[in-house]
Structure formats: structure tokens, C-alpha cells
């Protein structure tokens, strides 16, 4: 458990380095996507390598893992969204798990950021999130890096436990 929580703590480390030298970027097998970069391009690799469903408006999409069959699955992989044809958003997801060793993680690294949030000792902009309702617990974390962020966040609901962590660039940090 240890082992996991150094390398997923490395981890955020390595992208809070990345994300300050220039505009924001997100690997997506073979296309490196930026802010501004052509709606032509990305959706052309896109659709030759991934699954595509139009989200609620146009030019905004989920992209999936290509299903060998078509009862399969449909494994989360990110969204994009476009304006006036240049990418304004995309958010790549890094890992899901809906029970497991992973739960545990997010648990501990909420603990452990939660702690260093508190004692003002943050290397970026640390927001926590957490809901109690009846039936339902979620607990989320927010590093923010400017036009960049890293979420990581589980979620308990009647049972049901899950576990999300997602890269997310944006052409301007959401309002508060």
C-alpha cells in the first residue's frame, strides 16, 4: 500500500512539472492534443482509433476504447469539445476501478493531500471536495495547474464503490 501511494504521489509530482512550461497538452495514444490544436486533426485520428458519441452539443464528444463486438462494454477513455474548430477542452482518463485496491488508494491519498492541504503545504492548487448523503459518500481531489488539473475521486454509493483519476486541460480554469 505504501508502494502505491509513492508512485501514485510521484505521479502527481511529474505532472505538476510538465504543466508550467508551456500551453497545456494530453497525450492520447499517438496524438499530442493542445489547447487551440485543429478540430480536423484530432477528430481524424480520433475516429480512426477510438469510439466517438456526441455529447449534448455540438462539436463535444466521449471517447471510448473500439469494442471488438458490439455487445461489449463501451471503457471510457476521455472527451473533447470544440469551438469556432480549434480544441478548447479535453480530458484524458487515466484509470477507473470499481472496487479493489484502488479504492483504498484514493483513500489514503485523499488522507495524506487532505493533511498537506491543511498545513498549507501544497505544491499546487489543492481543491477537496466531499458529499455525505444517505446512501452515498464521494470524496473528490482537485490539483490544479492553471489550464491544467488532475482529479482523482471515489465514490461510494448504496455499495457500489468507484474510483476515478482524469487529466483535464481547458482554455480558461473554470469560474469559481
Not at 455529447?55 to 469539445?81: C, H, T, W
Not at 490539483?143 to 481547458?170: H, N, P, Q
Request: glycine fraction near 6%; include cysteine; aromatic fraction near 12%.
Amino acid at each position: 500500500m505504501k508502494r502505491k501511494l509513492f508512485l501514485a504521489f510521484a505521479f502527481v509530482l511529474c505532472m505538476a512539472h510538465h504543466s508550467t512550461a508551456e500551453e497545456p497538452s494530453l497525450r492520447l495514444g499517438a496524438l499530442e492534443m493542445r489547447i487551440g490544436s485543429p478540430q480536423t486533426d484530432v477528430m481524424s485520428y480520433l475516429t480512426k482509433n477510438y469510439e466517438l458519441k456526441q455529447m449534448d452539443r455540438p462539436d463535444a464528444y466521449l471517447i471510448f476504447e473500439q469494442r471488438v463486438n458490439k455487445a461489449d462494454e463501451y471503457k471510457s477513455v476521455g472527451q473533447v469539445v470544440f469551438e469556432k474548430g480549434k480544441l478548447v477542452y479535453a480530458v484524458k482518463n487515466w484509470f477507473t476501478e470499481a472496487t479493489g485496491n484502488a479504492y483504498n488508494l484514493v483513500d489514503a491519498l485523499y488522507t495524506v493531500l487532505a493533511q498537506l492541504a491543511r498545513n498549507g503545504q501544497d505544491i499546487a492548487t489543492i481543491e477537496l471536495g466531499y458529499i455525505r448523503e444517505p446512501g452515498a459518500t464521494v470524496q473528490n481531489i482537485k490539483l490544479s495547474f492553471g489550464k491544467k488539473w488532475i482529479d482523482i475521486s471515489m465514490s461510494d454509493y448504496k455499495g457500489s464503490k468507484g474510483v476515478l483519476v482524469a487529466e483535464t486541460i481547458r482554455f480558461a480554469p473554470f469560474p469559481k
